[in-house]
């Protein structure tokens, strides 16, 4: 492409700001005290801590995933993070009435429905800041249908049996690296349990925000949908603008029994570092799904415009017969973002399905890759996958690249791998001059134009979001 | 309405020129045709005055409604009220027909200081220029372009002339690769929207196209320059007598 599409001036991050809060946070570092210092902190019971002490074993024996990942990072000093931040005052709430001001005006600023009385839009909401759960709204409502939603430490304290039998059954502690460190240092999360034949009549939100420098972001969330259930559920993520690198090490496990229902939506807005490539979030994060019963279904959707480096495969683990899992991925790597990011379908029941729909878009030096695996077990019969794999290049310096890793240990199955590389035209662009649009919007109505099988799969609102999110984090893109 | 003077441009800085010295005033309410063989840069015309990035303009001036054309950007030219029928439209796949043309539409109506349309109210509009080119409402759920055959993308390209309603319509060999039927559409969609106000420039090899669109001027475009004006006949001049002739012609200009 010509000149005309180069230069890159990014917009400024409009969630950098930072809320000016008192916090209870332990000293940097990473030990076994650390470790019972948290649990402690948390009131959490013996076999917790145990679970915890067992996965930080296993970490100090793991090395960073530098090999095979398509990301380059200096290595990370894990003695000079902070693993625990918690607003001084947050304290167990009577309601979301007692909720610190400055926390609430933070969330406003986000645009966060905390107050009840603002929730026309009948998403409920639990906002974790830096590593604590502040408030889950709507909680009443959904009791009376027997849906548990609240925060991880609430559910380990209120709901011991179901969080013990589940936790770790999807990513167990030895999983990877990160998964690891998270297992052994993770300080909160949102817990979802959906009872059987319940379907859940709102959509459940997690609002992530980070403020605290020099902290870690380990949150743990569980997702259970018993048989025949149905629940949604939405997480949104930002961060101030900062010049060092945070951490972000989140767990995801989701469990579908029989017959349930899940579908997991993301947009993922972490603060991505400037232009030159100075500061950003790593967002090193771990997210599987288990489709455990028959006919069960698992939906991934996620639309990552932030972090400097996205590191992350939503996967699913088709284990019951006839289950679903599905994958719908927006990936923007911008200015000097890196995202190496993908799915894992593993099928091991019978006729179980899954779909693959990747959308990478590569602007500025932004660096994308596609890395998918789609594993077909010899039980698996008549399994079936589709790929897509789509690739967008905006500008001459950027990079994508695919990377899919098929195997196929059944005769009766179908697997089928689709792959497109497109850059944007200047004839593309021209034609939408031509019609009156000017250079920003014609890129955002092609981006937008790309990406739209994957934003109908996005609950209304917050795919309304993602194309505004996706117009500006490709703003200046195009000179 | 649109006044060239002495046009030069090129593929770029230090490449030969491919336009080399054009004149040509249009006044409102007029149809010029613009015809000559492959190569005489034609299309590249077509395409300076739409402000195509890929040409540079290494001399002369384009007034537009006594306007510096060449000093706007393409959009600032489109909301200005020129318009280019592309000779190859490009796909935008993923966006609807329906969306394009209300947001093209919308940046037209914003320009002028005018609240944009909702969807609800833009159908109005949409339907009946539907009924110009002869399309149902099913073609509004297409995605630009995207996989339409030859023929549709050059209806398309008359559908968004007639949204958009311009001053100063610009075809670029909109009839070529069209059947008898379809070639029909496309003239009775310029017929239609020919007003006293307004101008067209059509771009084409063939006489053919004229049979339905009667311009007021046919010049031809030879090397880069015009070699030759005059009436609807000199269209039927070159259907007979074919672009050799013209070489000769264009000497005599050069000297």
């Known amino acids: 492409m010509s000149s005309s599409v180069e230069s890159l001036v990014n917009r400024e991050y409009k969630h950098g700001f930072v809320t000016d809060i008192e916090s209870d946070s332990v000293p940097p570092g990473l030990n076994e005290d650390v470790i019972r210092l948290i649990s402690e902190k948390k009131g959490e019971p013996e076999w917790l801590l145990e679970w915890r002490l067992r996965a930080y074993k296993a970490w100090l024996k793991m090395e960073e995933p530098h090999a095979w990942a398509n990301i380059t990072y200096p290595p990370i000093d894990y003695q000079d993070i902070v693993y625990y931040s918690a607003p001084k005052t947050v304290k167990p709430l009577g309601s979301l009435d007692e909720l610190d001001p400055k926390l609430r005006e933070t969330y406003d600023k986000l645009g966060i429905p905390l107050n009840e009385q603002k929730l026309l839009a009948g998403v409920a909401v639990d906002a974790i800041f830096d590593s604590v759960s502040v408030g889950t709204s709507y909680k009443e409502h959904l009791g009376e249908l027997g849906i548990i939603f609240c925060s991880f430490s609430e559910a380990v304290r209120e709901h011991p049996a179901l969080v013990q039998k589940y936790l770790g059954s999807v990513v167990p502690i ?306 | 309405m649109l006044e060239i003077k002495n046009l030069c441009a090129s593929i770029g800085p230090g490449e030969p020129n491919i336009l080399k010295g054009i004149s040509l005033t249009v006044n409102p309410g007029e149809v010029h045709a613009i015809m000559g063989p492959n190569g005489s840069g034609k299309s590249t015309l077509a395409q300076v005055l739409a402000g195509h990035p890929a040409y540079t303009v290494t001399g002369g001036e384009v007034r537009f409604e006594g306007e510096d054309l060449l000093d706007m950007e393409p959009e600032e030219r489109a909301l200005a009220g020129v318009f280019l029928a592309f000779q190859y439209p490009v796909e935008i796949p993923g966006i609807t027909n329906a969306y394009f043309l209300r947001a093209a539409y919308n940046e037209l109506r914003k320009g002028r200081g005018e609240e944009e349309l909702d969807p609800m109210d833009f159908l109005d509009i949409l339907e009946e220029k539907l009924k110009i080119v002869k399309w149902g409402p099913e073609m509004m759920q297409r995605a630009v372009n995207h996989g339409f055959s030859g023929g549709e993308k050059k209806r398309n390209e008359i559908l968004q002339m007639a949204v958009l309603e311009p001053k100063l319509a610009i075809l670029d060999e909109t009839d070529s690769g069209l059947d008898i039927d379809a070639l029909r559409i496309v003239a009775d969609g310029v017929n239609a929207l020919k007003r006293p106000d307004r101008a067209t420039i059509l771009v084409t090899h063939y006489q053919r196209l004229l049979n339905h669109i009667v311009p007021d001027q046919v010049h031809v475009l030879f090397d880069g320059r015009l070699v030759r004006s005059g009436g609807k006949e000199l269209a039927l001049e070159l259907e007979a007598k074919g672009y050799e002739w013209l070489s000769e012609v264009a000497e005599e200009v050069v000297a």
């Open chain 1, 174 to 479: 030895s999983d990877n690296f990160y998964a690891s460190l998270n297992s052994a240092v993770f300080t909160d999360g949102s817990f979802v349990y959906v009872p059987k034949g319940v379907h859940c009549p709102m959509d459940l939100s997690t609002y992530f925000r980070i403020n605290q420098a020099g902290t870690g972001q380990f949150e743990r969330t569980l997702i259970v949908a018993d048989e025949g259930a149905t629940v949604s559920y939405l997480e949104g993520c930002t961060a101030p603008a900062r010049d060092e690198n945070q951490l972000h090490a989140a767990v995801v496990e989701l469990v579908a029994l029989e017959g349930a229902t899940i579908k997991y939506s993301t947009v993922q807005n972490w603060y991505a570092g400037d232009e030159e490539g100075v500061g950003g979030i790593y967002n090193f994060v771990t997210k599987r799904g288990k489709c455990a019963g028959a006919r069960s279904k698992i939906s991934w959707t996620q639309v990552e415009t932030g972090s400097a480096i996205t590191w992350k495969y939503p996967s699913v683990i088709l284990q019951g017969d006839d289950s679903v899992g599905e994958f719908y991925s927006v990936a923007v790597a911008n200015g000097r973002q890196q995202a190496d990011t993908g799915t894992k379908m593993i099928h091991l029941g019978r006729r179980t399905r899954s779909t693959i729909i990747s959308k990478g878009i590569s602007a500025g030096r932004g660096n994308n890759s596609y890395r998918g695996q789609v594993k077909v077990m010899p039980k698996a019969e008549r399994a079936w996958n589709y790929t897509q794999c789509d690739s967008m290049l905006i500008g001459n310096r950027c990079g994508a690249h695919t990377f899919p890793y098929i195997d196929v240990q059944n005769r009766s199955s179908a697997v089928e791998h689709e792959a497109s590389t497109t850059k944007i035209g200047e004839d593309q662009i021209f034609y939408l001059k031509q019609r009156g649009l000017n250079t920003e919007n014609a890129i955002s109505m092609i981006v937008n134009g790309f990406c739209k099988e994957v934003f109908k799969e996005l609950p209304m609102e917050f795919a309304v979001e993602a194309q505004k999110l996706l117009g500006v984090s490709l703003e200046g893109s195009v000179g």
